[in-house]
């Protein structure tokens, strides 16, 4: 870069600066341009951060011009100027060890810690010079008022006292929350003793009283152990706004736009919250209980130990022997039993033993056993039972149940068989019948035919049918009875066709269109189903009859398979009106699905 | 009080008169000894100690840390004191102002009256209230004692002079107003405390404006650790400790007592040896943790009463959960003693990576707040953001930035120019250094690197620069280099969910 070439470019308006843009790095040398003011105008002034009045604060601005004296090349780098702070020196009289245990060994780990502060320091009451004058007088044996205490509690040690004292303290601002507003006396020891809890310990509870008295002549309507003023709730009020002892504020909570939704979620949450809470808190509980048992269990053992040890000496003593090894099993916590029933075994023959073991059981026979109670009453029970069997049995003698078979008679096994074979085809590409039939073991069929059993089988009793067996209605078609034929319900959202049979032997072909799949499968929460809406229904065709249909329909015709009504044929109407009576329920619950087509 | 009823309306000008001491009030301007050399300062409080009135004031153009009590000889009345302006607040403003200052008033007459034993002798005197509000501490007074002997004389009498028994309280009010006069300098965009307080409802800003924060330090001495420090601001510790010679501080869990045996009865059941967080980087000198404001209220809270002691524009109107505190600890076999910490927004819509930062009084010049500095831009560059400083910034916040900023711009600079490619943009400089454009160009223009040759701007590693980098290299090569080794840091950004933020976090 030539000189002249520089001056040149002097008068040619610089271009802004380009953050993006790189920048070559020179050292001073390198350039021969002095920097001009110019050149600093294309350059944002950028701010120092720091608050304009204290900017130009005397030893900052000191600091600053010798650093800008220093960037400017000057060589004046004499006496290094800092900002001056107020002191601080090594404390005087501290021995800190004392203080300060050491206690602390450096874990190979990075330290992991969730304790709050309040977990760490114990009782946060800590006691003062005054506080330790007392406790010295009454550990002296006197009271506050400097009179003999009468009671016998021996000394109180410093903890003590210190948990009482807080104790006292917080139970006055859980009762008293505004004490250091308006004037209120101090609550009553009574009512102290009434607010007593498991927190507090026995030693405290028994030290309360003189720790109260001593409290009482002390409280004023501060808090004994000095506390910053903290607002929990948000206050308007103005005194406390100003008031620079006020701190720590809770900041109010951004508003979420409202909607039903977010207020269901809401109440789900705190609902679910609760309950898992509660149950935390029932196993924590049961954990306790269980603790204590296993505690008393100790402590109980303990005891026999001891009593049998004291057994054991007084036998010395008195110069009891008993049989050898005796003594020493005392000592163990074990039944003695079948040990003692060993050595007789090994030692005498098997007749001896036998009359024996007869002799020593005699008074267990006495004995009445859970078990025999348990087998009398079974026999018991299957008394009556048989005895109602039989009694029903001559009650039905003189007559024919019509009502065995109510629907359909039983069919044989060779029809069966066709009947209920599934929709789909081997090859997957027809359709698959959908999953409405519940399974069987499905929590959701019992509701189904509980609700729909109890009303029926009323009836039936009050027309004096017989109540055993049970009934059971066979829908022609509503549940394959047979597990073998019964097929997992594939969701399958092709569209779908059933055979329905009506009153009079009448044959429907419905044909449902495709559903969205959201409706079909449960548990998917959608504002158009509801739950008591009851599945749809539909009934597995014979191959044959489906492959005949097929046809019709692809000939544009509905052809009319003659085998569905010879089916119906052998029946009687005294059958299709009982049907009519019995399951009316059922078919108007069919019918309130859309037909779509029909034949027959 | 006093102060509206003596000066006239509508004076651009602040009064100029002699004074005499009993004349002296808050708000008055007068020249103070500091350090053999006169200066003007602010009296901004008045007590009377021993008998004796003594002045805490404030001097102009240093810094409020150096803000200090001083008995009367240090006054300089021989020269004309200024009087403070008239106030400038309305008449519904003016109302509130005395019901809290008779509010405070009690409280403190209250207090004093339990915790201390003044010898108030004065205390039945006839010049009560009243007669302070009719005492004119105008010329009249001035012009009589323009003979500095007869200040010297009235100075002495003063031990005797009937003053107003509430003259050695602080006054709350009074104080404030003050900061409001002090704060009507021309220029100065004045922001009213509703908008304030309206500003800091839902944000984080931990910063707050001056006149809000009680201009006079409220705590004498403090112990922590084995060291006694002298704290530089005033901080809302229970008005109690005002009382006290010395507040004890536990260096763990930093709990505040003013009572000796309070404080070693404490020492005897506190456990905790650390902070209570999770440690998230050690090396062999330092530790650092992450602490939640939210899950560890108290000791959060413990912390910004303590840092609020050395950190002027730092705020405690709202609580601590939007925060995360990062701390900085030394170990030995008592613990992890607290050197230094930067509190961080969770979520913060303006890009701070850190809102105050702190190296603690007993630990500073040693080169902890750079560490404390490089760690806030280690945790930014793995967040993948970019950071900077909340601002304002304060006086040494400014020189620790700049210094750091420098480092490593330089550091960079130099490190391209030895790879041969001695190419690089603002934004590149930036992006590597988590540091946002804006400070990048701060740093560039303050070293006077960023200049224009050739039709181009260029960057010009400076001998200066240069020269100061190689003296740093010097000293690190001599008493060992302190960094944040980034391997060591075992962190992730945290992630909090939308119910949290929802929630007050």
Known sequence: MSHTRAQASRHVRQRKLNTKQPLRIFREREIDETPDDESRGNIPHVETGVEKGEEIEYHLQAVINAANAAALGAAAAGKQSYIPTPETVKAKGVVYDDLYPKAFATPATYIRFSSTVEDCIGVSYCMNDEDAEFLSKLNDGKDVNDEPRKDKLGQCSEDVFEEAMNYLEETTARLQPFAAVESVSLPGLEEMERAIDDNLSADAQTWLKPVYQYWWSKKGSRSLMPSIKVRVLDTSNDADDADPYVCFRRREVRQTRKTRGRDAQVVEKLKKLRLELEQARQLVQLVVQREQLNKEDLEISRRVFEERKKLKDVKIDKNIIGEKGEDEELLVNQKPAPKAKRPQEAGRPATIRLRSAGDRSAPEDELTQLADIQAQADAEVQRTIAARKEQHRRWNAQWEDETWRPLTPPLDDNDDKPRWAPLALPDASYPTPPPTLPSKNSPDRDDVEMQDAAPIREEDASAGAPQEPEIVFHIPGAYPQDEEMYVEPKRDPTPLCRLRYGRGGRCWLEARRKRPYALISRGVVSDSESDDEEPPEFFPIDRQKVFDLRVGFMTGRVARPESMGGERRGWSSGDQAAVAGASGQQQQAQQQQTPAGSAG | ?505
Not at chain 2, 175 to 201: C, F, M, N, S, W
Not at chain 2, 251 to 260: A, H, K, Q, V
Not at chain 2, 371 to 376: E, Y
């Open chain 2, 1 to 505: 009080m006093a102060p509206r009823n003596d000066v006239k309306d509508g004076e651009p000008q602040p009064e100029r008169s002699y004074a005499t001491l009993s004349t002296l009030r808050v708000g008055v301007k007068a020249m103070v000894d500091k350090d053999g050399e006169k200066r003007k300062a602010e009296i901004l409080s008045i007590q009377t100690r021993k008998g004796s009135p003594t002045f805490y004031v404030h001097y102009q153009e240093f810094n409020k840390r150096l803000d200090e009590w001083v008995p009367a000889d240090r006054i300089d009345l021989s020269e004309e004191v200024e009087w403070p302006l008239p106030e400038k607040v309305d008449e519904k403003k003016k109302q509130k102002t005395k019901e809290q200052l008779s509010n405070s008033k009690a409280i403190n007459k209250a207090l004093k009256n339990i915790n201390r034993s003044v010898s108030e002798s004065r205390e039945a005197t006839p010049l009560d209230t009243s007669a302070k509000t009719s005492r004119r501490p105008s010329f009249q007074g001035g012009k009589e004692n323009r003979d500095p002997n007869v200040t010297v004389i009235a100075t002495e009498e003063l031990g005797g002079t009937p003053l107003p028994d509430d003259e050695h309280t602080v006054d709350l009010a009074d104080i404030q107003d003050a900061a409001a006069a002090a704060k009507a300098v021309p220029g100065h965009v004045p922001q009213t405390r509703e908008e304030e307080v309206e500003r800091l409802r839902f944000g984080g800003s931990m910063t707050q404006n001056q006149t809000e924060i009680s201009r006079v330090r409220n705590l004498e001495r403090i112990q922590m650790g084995s060291h006694e420090i002298e704290p530089w601001y005033f901080s809302p510790y229970p008005a109690e400790f005002a009382d006290c010679d010395m507040v004890y501080i536990c260096e763990f869990c930093l709990c505040y007592f003013g009572d000796n045996t309070q404080f070693t009865r404490h020492r005897k059941k506190c456990t905790l040896l650390h902070p209570p967080g999770n440690e998230v980087y050690r090396d062999d000198t330092v530790s650092f943790f992450e602490i939640d404001g939210r899950r560890q209220r108290t000791w959060c809270r413990n912390l910004c009463l303590l840092s609020k002691l050395f950190l002027d524009h730092k705020t405690l109107y709202y609580d601590v959960d939007p925060f995360l505190f990062y701390c900085m600890t030394e170990r030995d076999e008592h613990g992890h003693h607290l050197v230094g910490y930067f509190s961080k927004e969770k979520e913060c819509s303006e890009g701070y990576n850190v809102a105050c930062i702190l190296t603690l009084p007993q630990y500073q010049r040693k080169g902890f707040g750079k560490l404390l500095i490089q760690f806030s831009y280690e945790l930014s560059k793995i967040e993948g953001k970019l950071g900077s400083p909340e601002k304002p910034l304060s006086d040494l916040g400014l020189l620790g930035y700049r210094a750091y900023w420098q480092e490593v711009i330089v550091d960079l600079l130099i490190d391209r120019e030895i790879e041969g490619t001695p190419m690089i943009s603002v934004e590149e400089l930036g992006s590597t250094l988590a540091m946002t454009t804006n400070d990048v160009l701060h740093t560039l223009q303050n070293l006077n690197m960023l200049r224009y040759s050739n039709k181009n701007h260029v960057i010009v590693l400076t001998d200066a620069a240069v020269a100061a980098r190689d003296k740093l290299k010097e000293k690190e090569r001599v008493k060992g280099k302190r960094m944040i080794d980034p391997e060591r840091l075992q962190w992730k950004p945290p992630v909090f969910s939308a119910a949290a933020r929802t929630w007050n976090w």
